[in-house]
């Protein structure tokens, strides 16, 4: 625990340190420019953030021409993320929401917005955000830019208008610089808004999990991780010869490196047999109106897994156990617009279910527990 809390401190002193010590040059300016009242000063260049992720999943990493992710951008941003003023009641900030010490995301069902209001989703973690080139359960949104104004808008969320946020922020001093800092001078605006927090979102990244290890040679996992890792990417096939080949069918989904479902257009959308009524809960069908998209929702990158509970997209399961006993479960084929993958993935020959044993599924359990990265949950 320690070591990897220096990791982390580590971590944010190489964020801090350089615009600390700018900032320590901007009050010497000032200082000595006292009483002049410096209007503009000049704030340089913003450093460019890098991201200290793998090879495999920097390779994913969405980073949009307009909006290149800096060093006191991302300190904006996790300011931005943090500040109460932008709710209409003072109340709720992002994080309330996306909590770090839950992986970015809650422990709640459904999160509180403004007034106590419950939504009707659950709050997904926002590790490796930067990765996603589709947003939210259903896939509505495209850009952590365009995405990261929906939540202040929204009555139930944050509740408020745009032009009273910006107002908001204009009348807090500190931000003046802030902006300065990661803009280049000090106009507050509500697209320089999204764009620090999208910056700083850009910076919520999990690749040091021991499944991180495992993939970079670092680290050896026990009999039963491997047998769960194993069980996690085999699609099973019964009449295999020499007595079939035994899987756990998730990496048909939870692609291998990035968990996440197939980044491609709306591939990586599945529906996994969860929904309780089609006027409720349509999903991805919500946004495309097409009914074979009845029910599909994003597959979740699973990093931290043990720390979002609870899991899916109404937030219904409490444990892990409860997930995988869902997977496995005997009506699960039975399922309206089902997924072929899952339909198709038995252990039996004619199966009518997954059918994992209980050593399978606790395997598959310890596999994921391989995906903690603490270094990614501590509070930034
Ligand atoms: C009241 C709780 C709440 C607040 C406040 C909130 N969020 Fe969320 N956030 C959610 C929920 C719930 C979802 C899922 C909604 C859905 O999919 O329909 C979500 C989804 C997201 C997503 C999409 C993630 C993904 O994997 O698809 C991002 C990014 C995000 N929020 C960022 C933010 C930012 C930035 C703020 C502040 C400006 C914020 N949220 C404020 C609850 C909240
Ligand atoms: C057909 C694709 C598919 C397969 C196969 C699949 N998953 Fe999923 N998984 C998803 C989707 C989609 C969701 C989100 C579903 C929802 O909320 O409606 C999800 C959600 C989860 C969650 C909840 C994550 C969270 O943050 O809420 C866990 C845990 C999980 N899957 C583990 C597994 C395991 C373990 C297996 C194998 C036994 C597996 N999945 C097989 C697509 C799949």
Redesign the pocket.
């Known amino acids: 625990m320690k070591r990897k809390e220096s990791y982390f401190s580590s971590y944010c002193a190489s964020i801090i340190r350089p615009i600390s010590s700018r900032h320590f040059v901007l009050l010497l300016s000032f200082l000595i420019s006292c009483g002049k009242k410096e209007e503009n000063p000049d704030y340089g260049n913003p450093k460019p953030f890098q991201p200290q992720l793998p090879e495999y999943l920097q390779t994913y990493f969405q980073q949009p021409a307009d909006n290149p992710t800096t060093e006191e951008g991302i300190l904006l941003g996790k300011s931005l993320f943090f500040e109460k003023a932008l709710s209409a009641d003072y109340s709720t900030s992002c994080a309330s929401c996306h909590r770090p010490e839950f992986g970015f995301?809650d422990n709640q069902v459904f999160s509180k917005g403004i007034g106590r209001q419950l939504g009707n989703r659950?709050t997904?973690?926002l590790l490796n955000a930067g990765l996603l080139k589709r947003m939210f359960?259903d896939g509505r949104d495209s850009t952590l830019e365009t995405q990261s104004l929906h939540p202040i808008i929204d009555p139930k969320e944050m509740g408020l208008t745009l032009p009273e946020a910006v107002k908001r922020l204009q009348g807090i001093p500190r931000y003046s610089d802030m902006f300065g800092s990661a803009f280049g001078d000090k106009t507050i605006t509500a697209d320089r808004l999204a764009k620090a927090i999208a910056q700083f979102e850009r910076s919520l990244i999990s690749g040091n999990s021991k499944y991180d290890l495992f993939l970079q040679g670092k680290y050896n996992p026990n009999p039963e991780e491997l047998l769960g890792m194993q069980?996690?990417f085999t699609h099973p096939d019964p009449f295999a010869p020499g007595g079939g080949i035994r899987g756990?069918?998730?990496?048909?989904?939870?692609l291998p490196q990035t968990l996440l479902?197939d980044l491609n257009r709306f591939d990586?959308?599945?529906?996994?047999g969860?929904l309780r009524s089609e006027s409720q809960e349509a999903?991805l069908q919500n946004f495309t109106g097409k009914p074979s998209d009845f029910?599909?929702?994003?597959?979740?990158g699973?990093r931290n897994?043990a720390f979002?509970a609870?899991?899916?997209?109404?937030?219904r399961?409490q444990t892990?156990e409860q997930?995988?006993d869902h997977?496995?479960s005997d009506s699960l084929f039975q399922k309206p617009n089902l997924?072929v993958?899952?339909s198709k993935?038995t252990n039996e020959k004619f199966g009518t279910s997954?059918g994992?044993t209980n050593a399978e599924k606790t395997a598959?359990?310890r596999f994921?527990h391989m995906l903690t990265d603490s270094t990614a949950i501590q509070a930034p």
């Open positions: 995301g659950n997904p973690s359960w069980l996690f756990g069918n998730c990496g048909d989904c939870h479902g990586g959308f599945h529906n996994t969860l999903g029910g599909r929702f994003k597959t979740p699973l897994v979002t609870p899991y899916m997209h109404d937030g399961f892990l997930v995988l997977y496995n997924d993958l899952l993935g997954l994992l598959i359990i994921l």
